[in-house]
Protein backbone atom coordinates (compact mmCIF):
# COMPACT_ATOMS: atom_id res chain seq x y z
CA UNK A 1 0.00 0.00 0.00
CA UNK A 2 1.31 3.44 -0.75
CA UNK A 3 0.59 6.73 1.67
CA UNK A 4 0.09 8.86 -1.30
CA UNK A 5 -2.85 11.15 -1.47
CA UNK A 6 -5.74 10.39 -3.92
CA UNK A 7 -5.24 11.41 -7.20
CA UNK A 8 -7.75 14.81 -8.19
CA UNK A 9 -9.88 14.35 -10.30
CA UNK A 10 -9.66 15.18 -14.21
CA UNK A 11 -10.64 18.58 -15.35
CA UNK A 12 -12.15 18.53 -18.57
CA UNK A 13 -9.87 20.14 -21.33
CA UNK A 14 -10.80 23.53 -22.72
CA UNK A 15 -10.74 22.30 -26.42
CA UNK A 16 -13.57 19.86 -25.24
CA UNK A 17 -15.68 22.93 -23.68
CA UNK A 18 -15.64 24.91 -26.62
CA UNK A 19 -19.35 25.06 -28.10
CA UNK A 20 -20.42 23.97 -31.31
CA UNK A 21 -16.99 21.89 -31.99
CA UNK A 22 -16.28 18.57 -31.28
CA UNK A 23 -13.94 15.98 -28.78
CA UNK A 24 -10.30 15.79 -30.41
CA UNK A 25 -11.07 11.85 -30.79
CA UNK A 26 -13.99 12.75 -32.51
CA UNK A 27 -11.48 14.77 -34.57
CA UNK A 28 -8.91 12.13 -35.42
CA UNK A 29 -10.77 9.75 -35.88
CA UNK A 30 -12.47 11.82 -38.82
CA UNK A 31 -9.06 13.08 -39.85
CA UNK A 32 -8.39 9.28 -40.28
CA UNK A 33 -11.42 8.49 -42.21
CA UNK A 34 -11.10 11.02 -44.34
CA UNK A 35 -7.77 10.09 -45.34
CA UNK A 36 -8.62 6.33 -46.12
CA UNK A 37 -11.03 7.11 -48.27
CA UNK A 38 -9.49 9.59 -50.50
CA UNK A 39 -6.97 6.65 -50.58
CA UNK A 40 -9.70 4.42 -51.07
CA UNK A 41 -11.11 6.60 -54.24
CA UNK A 42 -7.04 7.01 -55.83
CA UNK A 43 -6.67 3.21 -55.84
CA UNK A 44 -10.23 2.80 -57.39
CA UNK A 45 -9.31 5.61 -60.13
CA UNK A 46 -5.84 3.75 -60.94
CA UNK A 47 -7.56 0.51 -61.76
CA UNK A 48 -10.55 1.73 -63.16
CA UNK A 49 -10.88 1.62 -66.86
CA UNK A 50 -10.34 5.06 -68.31
CA UNK A 51 -13.33 5.17 -70.78
CA UNK A 52 -15.77 4.52 -68.93
CA UNK A 53 -18.13 7.48 -68.72
CA UNK A 54 -20.50 5.89 -65.89
CA UNK A 55 -17.80 4.34 -63.85
CA UNK A 56 -16.01 7.60 -63.81
CA UNK A 57 -18.89 9.17 -63.01
CA UNK A 58 -20.42 6.42 -59.81
CA UNK A 59 -17.00 7.34 -58.83
CA UNK A 60 -17.40 10.45 -58.42
CA UNK A 61 -20.97 10.29 -56.63
CA UNK A 62 -19.97 7.55 -54.08
CA UNK A 63 -16.31 9.33 -53.71
CA UNK A 64 -17.93 12.69 -52.43
CA UNK A 65 -20.70 10.59 -50.62
CA UNK A 66 -18.07 8.94 -48.79
CA UNK A 67 -15.55 12.07 -48.60
CA UNK A 68 -18.65 13.54 -47.11
CA UNK A 69 -19.34 11.19 -44.73
CA UNK A 70 -16.07 10.26 -43.29
CA UNK A 71 -15.94 14.64 -42.50
CA UNK A 72 -19.19 14.15 -40.44
CA UNK A 73 -20.45 16.68 -42.83
CA UNK A 74 -24.82 16.03 -43.68
CA UNK A 75 -25.56 16.92 -47.15
CA UNK A 76 -29.61 18.14 -46.88
CA UNK A 77 -31.11 18.30 -50.54
CA UNK A 78 -34.13 20.88 -50.84
CA UNK A 79 -36.52 20.38 -54.12
CA UNK A 80 -38.01 23.21 -55.90
CA UNK A 81 -41.51 23.54 -55.41
CA UNK A 82 -42.20 22.79 -59.48
CA UNK A 83 -39.52 20.07 -60.46
CA UNK A 84 -36.67 20.26 -63.06
CA UNK A 85 -38.22 19.15 -66.47
CA UNK A 86 -37.31 16.05 -67.65
CA UNK A 87 -38.61 16.39 -71.25
CA UNK A 88 -35.83 19.21 -72.23
CA UNK A 89 -32.89 17.41 -73.35
CA UNK A 90 -30.59 20.71 -72.09
CA UNK A 91 -30.12 21.55 -68.41
CA UNK A 92 -27.87 24.42 -67.51
CA UNK A 93 -26.89 24.28 -63.28
CA UNK A 94 -26.14 27.57 -62.18
CA UNK A 95 -24.51 27.51 -59.07
CA UNK A 96 -24.19 29.97 -56.03
CA UNK A 97 -22.06 28.38 -53.36
CA UNK A 98 -20.68 29.66 -50.40
CA UNK A 99 -19.59 26.46 -48.98
CA UNK A 100 -16.14 26.13 -51.39
CA UNK A 101 -15.20 22.87 -52.25
CA UNK A 102 -17.46 20.67 -49.77
CA UNK A 103 -20.08 22.56 -51.52
CA UNK A 104 -19.36 21.50 -54.72
CA UNK A 105 -18.71 17.94 -52.91
CA UNK A 106 -22.32 18.04 -51.70
CA UNK A 107 -23.19 19.49 -55.60
CA UNK A 108 -22.07 16.42 -56.77
CA UNK A 109 -24.55 14.35 -54.34
CA UNK A 110 -27.62 16.66 -54.61
CA UNK A 111 -28.15 17.46 -57.95
CA UNK A 112 -28.51 15.55 -60.91
CA UNK A 113 -26.16 14.26 -63.24
CA UNK A 114 -27.54 15.07 -66.64
CA UNK A 115 -27.41 19.20 -66.31
CA UNK A 116 -24.95 20.71 -67.82
CA UNK A 117 -22.00 21.90 -65.83
CA UNK A 118 -22.00 19.03 -63.47
CA UNK A 119 -19.67 17.05 -65.04
CA UNK A 120 -16.99 19.96 -65.05
CA UNK A 121 -17.57 20.38 -60.94
CA UNK A 122 -17.00 17.00 -60.84
CA UNK A 123 -13.95 16.59 -62.50
CA UNK A 124 -12.63 20.22 -60.97
CA UNK A 125 -13.07 18.24 -57.78
CA UNK A 126 -12.73 14.62 -57.96
CA UNK A 127 -10.47 14.40 -60.69
CA UNK A 128 -10.71 10.66 -61.65
CA UNK A 129 -7.85 10.55 -65.07
CA UNK A 130 -8.25 12.54 -67.68
CA UNK A 131 -11.88 12.32 -69.31
CA UNK A 132 -12.14 11.93 -73.06
CA UNK A 133 -14.31 15.12 -73.03
CA UNK A 134 -17.90 14.74 -74.94
CA UNK A 135 -18.85 17.53 -77.65
CA UNK A 136 -19.88 20.58 -76.04
CA UNK A 137 -23.65 20.71 -75.88
CA UNK A 138 -25.16 23.28 -77.50
CA UNK A 139 -26.61 25.09 -74.11
CA UNK A 140 -28.39 28.12 -75.80
CA UNK A 141 -31.84 26.74 -75.47
CA UNK A 142 -31.15 24.90 -72.40
CA UNK A 143 -33.48 25.42 -69.20
CA UNK A 144 -31.46 27.53 -66.42
CA UNK A 145 -31.89 25.31 -63.33
CA UNK A 146 -30.52 27.72 -60.63
CA UNK A 147 -28.55 26.05 -57.31
CA UNK A 148 -27.83 27.39 -54.09
CA UNK A 149 -25.41 25.69 -51.43
CA UNK A 150 -24.75 27.45 -47.89
CA UNK A 151 -23.65 25.83 -44.87
CA UNK A 152 -24.90 25.75 -41.55
CA UNK A 153 -24.40 24.15 -38.02
CA UNK A 154 -27.02 22.84 -36.28
CA UNK A 155 -29.89 24.98 -36.94
CA UNK A 156 -28.10 28.57 -37.58
CA UNK A 157 -26.71 29.37 -40.35
CA UNK A 158 -23.10 29.83 -40.53
CA UNK A 159 -21.32 33.17 -41.22
CA UNK A 160 -18.17 32.35 -42.04
CA UNK A 161 -18.57 29.07 -43.44
CA UNK A 162 -15.25 26.07 -43.07
CA UNK A 163 -12.59 26.38 -45.84
CA UNK A 164 -10.33 23.70 -44.65
CA UNK A 165 -10.44 20.35 -44.22
CA UNK A 166 -9.39 21.16 -40.31
CA UNK A 167 -12.00 23.10 -39.72
CA UNK A 168 -14.40 20.63 -41.06
CA UNK A 169 -13.16 18.55 -39.15
CA UNK A 170 -13.48 20.48 -35.58
CA UNK A 171 -17.02 21.10 -36.13
CA UNK A 172 -20.36 19.28 -34.56
CA UNK A 173 -23.42 18.64 -36.56
CA UNK A 174 -22.14 20.67 -40.34
CA UNK A 175 -25.08 20.66 -42.53
CA UNK A 176 -24.62 21.79 -46.23
CA UNK A 177 -27.83 22.91 -47.88
CA UNK A 178 -28.47 22.30 -51.19
CA UNK A 179 -31.49 24.11 -52.43
CA UNK A 180 -32.46 23.48 -56.24
CA UNK A 181 -34.65 26.39 -56.98
CA UNK A 182 -37.67 26.01 -60.05
CA UNK A 183 -35.98 25.96 -63.47
CA UNK A 184 -35.80 29.47 -65.77
CA UNK A 185 -37.02 28.88 -69.15
CA UNK A 186 -36.08 31.39 -72.10
CA UNK A 187 -38.67 33.24 -71.66
CA UNK A 188 -38.18 34.02 -67.79
CA UNK A 189 -34.74 34.61 -68.27
CA UNK A 190 -35.43 37.96 -70.91
CA UNK A 191 -37.96 39.28 -68.15
Not at 17 to 27: E, K, S
Not at 63 to 82: F, S
Not at 91 to 101: I, K
Request: charged share 20%.
Amino acid sequence: MTSAPPRPAAAPRPSELVPGRVAPATQQQRRLRYRATLAGIRARAAVSAATSVQRRRALQICGAANLLTALGIRVQVVQPATPWPRERQHRLLVVENSAGVFGDLALLVGVPRTAAGWTDVADRVLPVRTPSRPPLRDVTDAVVCPVTIACRSGAEPLLLPPRTVSEVIELRDLVIEVVLLPARTEQQRAA
